[in-house]
C-alpha cells in the first residue's frame, strides 16, 4: 500500500497547537502594551465622553463678500479638520451649516483646548520689520531702550547663524549713538516725564525711515516706503494709534492693526520672553507666510531656547527672507529686529546681524511643548480662505449618551444571550467551541479599541457601539458556516476528524467571501460619510477582520483538537454531532460482484 501524502490538510489537523500558540500570544503581547501604554480603557467620543461645541460664522473683508461660497467653506472644513487631526483629537467633527456657518464639536481630551483655540484662527503670518517697540500699558514706567525690549524672543535664526543677535545687542547699548531718547537708538530717556515727548519724537522718526522702503511686499505691491508717501494725516494717524495702544487690553490687543493691509505700515502687539506686553509699529510686510513650506516643532537641546518651530521657506520665500534680512542688517536696534506676525500679533521678533539664506529659520519664543506644536501645526496647514468669529461656545454633557449607551450596551447583552441559547439549543456540545471564539473575539476587540486611542486617535461613539453590536452576528454566523460544513461531511457518513479537515476548505471559502463583502461594504461607508458614521463603519470593518483571524487562528484549531477527545469523536447526544440525530447515511462499503461469461454463440439446445 502507498502512504497517503502529508499535505497541508494533515500538518493542520496534527499541529493545531501552533496557531492556538500563534493567537494566545498576540492576545498577551497586545494586553500587556495596552496596561504599559496606561490606556486601559478605549476613548470615548464626545456623545459618550461630553465635550466643546463651537458655531462658528464666517465674516466677510471689506468689498469680499462673494468670498463666502461653498469652495472656500469646504476649503475651511477641512483645515480645520487637519488642524485638529494634527493635534490628536480624536472625533472632532466639522461641518457646515447653511451657507456660512461651520460647527465644530470637539470631545474632551488632551488638546481640546488647543483645538478650539485653533479652529478658528485665520493664521495669517507675516514677516515685517519692526520701526518702534516699546513696552505697553502697566508694564511701561519710563522710555525703554530696545536693550531693554527683547521682544517676543530674542532667538529666531537660520539655523547656520546662532549668534547672529551679539552684534545686534552690542548696538543697541551703545550710548555714544544715543539721540534724545529716541527709541531708534537703543538708549533710555532720561526721565518718566521726558518720555511721551520722545516716544512720540521716535515714532515719528521711525515712520519717516522705513528701513525696508525697497522690500516688495507678499501681494506683489510695492509697500508704502515712508510715511511722506503716504501723506502727514496717515503718518499723525499712525502715531496716534501707537500712543494710545495699551497692549495689556485684552480688547486693544484684538483691534490693533485691524483692517491693515500687507502693504501698509501697522501697529501691533507682542509678549516678550518675561511675559510683558510690547507694542511695535512695523513696516510693509516683505514675507507671507503661505511662502512657508513647512513648519515643524522640536525642542533645541544644543541652546536655552527650549521648544523652537523650524520653519522652511519655498524658493521664493527664501529670496525674500534674504533680501529682508541683509537690508535690516545694517540698521540699528530695533531696525535691525523683523516681527514675526501672526493674525495681528508679534510672535517673535528677532535681531539680525547678517542675511539669512540658507532658506531656514527658527523661531523660539519660551514656548512650551503644546504652543510650539500648535503654531507648527497651523504654520504647516495653511491660512484660512476666511475670516471667522465665535457666534456661541456650548458645553456638551455625557448624561444623554450615557443613557444612551447604557441602553445599547443592555439591547447587546440580550442579543448575545439569545444567539448564546441557540447555540446551546442547536449545537449543544459545539456551542463550547462558538462561546469561546466569541469571548476571544470579544477581547481582542476591546484590547485593540483601548490601542488605537493614542495611536491614531479613535474614539467610540454611540455608532461604534452598534457596530460592534453587529459583529456579533458577522462573528456568530462564520460558526455556523463551519458546523453545518462538519455536519453535512457526518451526514454523508464519515467520521468526526476527517470530516473537520474536509469540511474546511469549503467552510474557508464561504467566511472569506461573507467577510470581504462585509469588509467592502464597511469601507465603502467609510469613505463616503462624515463624523459618527465613520465610527459605525470603523468598527464594522475592524470586528469584520477581526472574525478573519478567530475562525482561522482558533476556531478551526480548537474543533480540530476537540475532535480527538471521545465525547465528540464518539458522537456523544449532547455532542452536537451525533450521526444518528443528524440522519448520517451508512458507510459507503465496496462489494465485489460476480464476474459475467463472456459473450458468444448460444447452443439452441440449451435455450
Known sequence: MVAPKKGKNASAQSKPGRSLALILIAIVALTGGMFASGHTTPRLGIDLAGGTSITLRAVPEAGQESAINK???????????????????????????????????????????????????????????VLATELSGANATGTPSASETGGASDKATDKATDKATDKATDKATDGDKATDGDKA???????????????????????????????????????????????????????QQYAALDCTDKNARAKAGDGAKPGEQTVACGQNSQGQWQKYIL??????????????????????????????????????????????????????????????????????????????????????????????????????????????????????????LHAGLIAGAIGLALVVLYLLFYYRGLSFIAVCSLLVSAGLTYVIMALLGPTIGFALNLPAVCGAIVAIGITADSFIVYFERVRDEIREGRTLRPAVERAWPRARRTILVSDFVSFLAAAVLFVVTVGKVQGFAFTLGLTTLLDVVVVFLFTKPLLTLMARRKFFSSGHKWSGLDPKALGAKPPLRRTRRPSRPAAGPVDPKEA
Open 185 to 239: 537708538s537703543g538708549t533710555p530717556s532720561d526721565s518718566a516725564s521726558a518720555s511721551a515727548t520722545s516716544q512720540g519724537r521716535a515714532a515719528s522718526d521711525a515712520l519717516k525711515a522705513d528701513p525696508s522702503p525697497s522690500v516688495t511686499s507678499s501681494d506683489g505691491a510695492s509697500p508704502s516706503p515712508s510715511a511722506s508717501a503716504s501723506g502727514d494725516d496717515a503718518t499723525a494717524k499712525l502715531q
Open 283 to 404: 513696516g510693509a510686510a516683505a514675507v507671507d507666510g503661505t511662502e512657508v513650506d513647512e513648519a515643524e516643532a522640536v525642542y533645541n537641546t544644543q541652546t536655552a531656547a527650549g521648544w523652537t518651530v523650524t520653519m522652511k521657506f519655498t524658493d521664493k520665500g527664501s529670496k525674500k527672507f534674504a533680501d529682508i534680512t541683509g537690508k535690516l542688517a545694517q540698521n540699528q536696534s530695533p531696525q535691525n529686529q523683523f516681527a514675526i506676525v501672526l493674525d495681528n500679533e508679534v510672535v517673535s521678533d528677532p535681531y539680525v546681524s547678517q542675511a539669512l539664506t540658507g532658506g531656514n529659520a527658527e523661531i523660539s519664543g519660551n514656548f512650551d511643548q503644546e504652543e510650539a506644536q500648535g503654531l507648527a501645526n497651523v504654520l504647516s496647514y495653511g491660512a484660512l480662505p476666511l475670516t471667522f468669529k465665535e457666534d456661541s461656545v456650548t458645553t456638551v454633557t455625557a448624561a444623554l449618551g450615557g443613557e444612551q
Open 71 to 129: 469652495t472656500n467653506m469646504d476649503t475651511a472644513v477641512d483645515i480645520m479638520n487637519r488642524r485638529v487631526n494634527g493635534l490628536g483629537v480624536s472625533e472632532a467633527e466639522v461641518q457646515t451649516q447653511g451657507d456660512r456657518n461651520i460647527i465644530v464639536n470637539i470631545p474632551k481630551g488632551t488638546n481640546s483646548a488647543e483645538a478650539r483655540k485653533q479652529v478658528g484662527t485665520t493664521a495669517k503670518l507675516y514677516f515685517r520689520p
